[in-house]
């Protein structure tokens, strides 16, 4: 072999040497045979004279380096503090602790277990060692004992290696010795497990909802993968201007403000399509911190976003210098942050280290960059742990959401991509680029070649050249569901599996695919910090847990096959980097090899509280009814009859302290591929602010002929009800030109969209956007018949409660709402008009909970006996100076009566 | 890089026995007082006490300077036309092995080959050691046992 000069290694207690490959070899020490027969004695010894019965912190610690194989001397006395704190998890107990950026964790077994039950008091870690060694020194198998208390210790832990050399697979013995790590699952992760819920990592404030603005994301997200060279305008001048969007206004509620900003923001997006990677994810930092705020503050103040990013963007931006901030090697990553948090400039500029820190945590939640060590920023929180995974019933869970609107192309693309991502090691920029001709149905599974054109650049590695497998019933059905799609697609071999119909080499919508397949996981976990790179993680520990609990003999090497997998470079990298769940092949490795210790009636009944005779009689009555000599079953029979004396303790579940929420699909409210009230009136508002129609398009993700069929709808409208010319005037233009009318005279409203965004007016929209549409179309139609009298009146005929439900639900301001009679009126029975009025007074008090104003009017020709209005305070004669909000209210509806034209023309 | 080897249990009762054997011999040297086999004496303590770099196996010449046991005392005394490579123990061990259905990796641990990349001693390995050697000891001495080989006892008392 051949190893690197000077990389034989000397660990505390453990000889390891490194190759080229970062692979680690255990060398054996001399004495291994020693020191192994040594530690299997004390093993008897140990069990032999501790028990229920005899129980202290010593034989905690005992039990934890005899059987649960913690023999690394830091390990030892986080893993006895841990005991404390030992919590529930499916059917084992386990134990967790913090080792730098990783978690080390064992299921620990029904010796300490029973140990840990019995400790009335915790002693000290140094005391309870010093009982220990006072028992080894009394044992046979430590005669010799050097005198030197430490250096006995270390003996002893030595021999402790020397064991577990032997009797446990490699890989797990380099974890146990530190030499290769594995990180275990934070205990979040495996809550997500037990409860089928998603974690709520921090305290979520119920008054500030989580804004989703999809659209600005997917273009971030697109601009970041297409990433274009910067030049000019799309290079600094664009990072310049964003640091100058997030200005803070001087004037109004932090919410305003903070909505100010977001709208400044919208507007440069536009700017988005010809940037560079680095600007964009910068970008969606900024917006990130507007809308999510940052991990230890869920609202930020809307300064902050502005402090952060003039700190540091420009001479990050100079520093990244056009290279791809996903394919920097860790010395690069480095090398930037390191310049940048250098102390001299530290020291001026104070928010530069807390900016630099939430753009690196932005950066390891969206897109993939190194871990930074936490002490570079000086704080004790880390950047997040290393290991996390995917359970199939959030993959499944997501599925479903993506079920919601089956025919959607976009929604088959997610649920294909979801698939091949869960049930091989695919990285993302491996999926994006693959083409119909490297996915091949093989009968029983799907075999897809990762081998990209040299136009869709190299793959990671040269191992990363290679074929993985869809076997799962599921993914199989999903994968085949979206390639009988593109059958019908009628798709060329050498096409992109996720392109743009008409357009081989590209990958529909990027960035929007992107950022929904991130969003989904991180939204059916609860946890920000998933994303799809952590399905390799998932992929890889549920596939390494099979393979502990297999033992098999085979002549290939499994682990070598998961590399191949997962396009490593050897199974050393996939096990360090990826396995995460090794805690059960652990515990079962050291059940097998101390199984014939076990099966000693004297220990087994030391430890289970019951007397040796009984459990052997119990042995013997089930040999001799079932014939039974060699099974399992009875060779583990005293092990068992330890473990229901174990399971007498009741241990607190692992999910305890943990805050857990229901999974919210994040989609539902954003129907992809669908027009929405909600995404009309943004149209609107960016028509009138003076955006031609082409920009409009593309800063709210659709088509030209969309925004076109708006305006003709507009421009109806405006003929209509505004004060139009007598000339005949082309819709289109007509609808643009009222748009930009700023005293509404053309349109017969005042464009004001931006007031549809006033508190009052927000669960009106979110109705509008989820209401049946016959509803709304009653609705709609109403209000342009009244819209000519200034007044929005409702008539009392059938169908008015479902129209006061929907009045109630939108929270409009009740003091614009009126109830307004005419008791002469012809086409009313004078008899019944009092129950008629206290009808209406009984529907609306209901509904609205307050009884509406009656004001009485004259008597008119078509005038109704009772009617409700909707009118500025001022025709309610109640002057609380919420006149205005009626041009709100009027821009709403426009935008639904527009969006009730364009769902009719898409419908017919 | 050294590699640990299995003992099965019939090697490990004849070792037994050969140390029996050797503490006896020492004590029946030690009665002759003779200054002639004092180099044995301390050759065959050395093996005992388990000295670094002390050979287990030896024999006297006819000096009676100890030698240490190699694969010539074994196969040096047989006709030419019955003589065998040195190391055939190795050759018999790997091929017994194949023909009982061991895996190549359980016979590069008795062989103590190293494969690049398939070292035992590896973190991208998961077979533990011990399983390993369990397979191979079973296999030992269920081929020992038909081929009637078993643990021979030496001298036992210091003298007659």
Known sequence: MKTKAGTLLKLPTVLVARDRSRRTHFLHSKDIGTGSSKFANYQIEFLSQFGSSHAGCASVLGCLIGFDGVCHNDDIEAAYAACAGAAKYRDQVRIDWARGAQIDARHISVFTQVAASQVKTWLGFHEARDDLLKFLKSCKSHQNHPDDINAFWLQFLRDAQAWLQDQLPPVLFGHVTHAACLSALPRSALVRDITLMAVVKEKIDENVPAEVSPDVWSRCFEAAWLGKKSSGESGAEFVDKLVRCLIEAKHGSHAARRSRILGNLQQHSTSLADTNEFSALL????????????????????????????????????????RKLGQLSLKSYLEIFNTLLDPEKLKVNSKRAAGLLAFHRFLREWWTVPQLPAAMFKTAEDSGVNANLIWPHELTRIQMWLQSDSNSRFHAQLRCAFSILGATMMRIGELMYLRMENLKDEGDHIMVEVARRMRDGKEKTKEGRRRVFVRDECALKEVRSWLARRDQEEYLPEELVFCQLGKPNQVAMPGKFYFWLNKLLK??????????????????????????????????????????????????????????????????????????????????????????????????????????????????????????????TVWPSIDSGLLLTDAVNPMANVRAGEHTVSRVVLILEDLS????????????????????????????????????????????????????????????????????????????????????????????????????????????????EDIATLLANCGLNKTLIAVRHNRLCESADPSKFEEMLNSVKSIFHAKLGQSPPLIPKKKRAGRPAVWLVIASSAKNAIKDGSGTSMDGFNCLMLSLYVWLHLTHEANS | MAMPVPLNKIVKEQIRQYLAHCQALVRRFTDLSDKRIAKLIAALQSALNGEPGAPLLVLASPRLTPVAVGSANVWGDFPKHLRVPANVGRHFWQNAARQAGLSSHDIDRLMRHRVVGLEPNTNSQIRPAAESFDRICELQERILTELGIKAISGLRRAST
């Not at chain 1, 917006?287 to 502005?306: C, Q, S």
């Not at chain 1, 014939?596 to 009636?601: A, G």
């Not at chain 1, 593309?698 to 305006?711: E, F, G, H, K, Q």
């Open chain 1, 523 to 648: 939204s059916a976990t609860g946890d920000t910090a998933v994303s799809t790179h952590t399905m390799r993680h998932g992929t890889a520990s549920f596939v390494f847990k099979n393979m502990l609990a297999e033992n098999s003999a085979l002549e290939i090497n499994p682990m070598d096959h998961l590399a191949n997998e997962a396009g490593h470079a050897g199974a050393h990298v996939t096990t360090a980097k990826y396995c995460h769940m090794f805690e059960q092949g652990l515990h079962d490795a050291i059940d097998r090899s101390i199984r014939d210790i076990v099966n000693n009636s004297d220990i087994a009944a030391r430890w289970s509280a019951k007397s040796a005779q009984t459990l052997r009689q119990r042995k013997s009555r089930h040999t001799r009814a079932l014939r039974d000599t060699g099974s399992l079953a009875r060779q583990n029979m005293y092990l068992h009859a330890i473990k229901a004396f174990s399971d007498q």
């Open chain 1, 283 to 322: 970008f969606a930092h900024a917006f990130d911190l507007l809308e999510n705020g940052t991990r230890g503050k869920k609202v930020i103040a809307p300064g902050t976003p502005y402090d952060y990013l003039q700190s540091y963007a420009m001479e990050m931006f100079r520093l990244v210098d056009d």
């Open chain 1, 689 to 800: 602010a003076g955006h031609h129609a082409e920009q409009v398009a593309l800063r709210r993700d659709c088509n030209l002929a969309t925004v076109n069929s708006i305006l003709k709808s507009v421009g109806t409208f405006s003929d209509q009800h505004g004060d139009a010319d007598d000339e005949l005037q082309d819709p289109l233009a007509y609808g643009l030109s009222s748009l930009k009318d700023r005293s509404g005279d053309q349109l017969g409203i005042v464009p004001a969209f931006a007031r549809t965004r006033q508190v009052h007016l927000r669960p009106l929209l979110r109705h509008l956007d989820s209401a049946d549409r016959n509803l709304l179309s009653r609705f709609s139609q109403y209000w342009v018949m009244s819209l000519r009298d200034g007044h929005f009146g409702l008539r009392l005929r059938p169908g008015i």
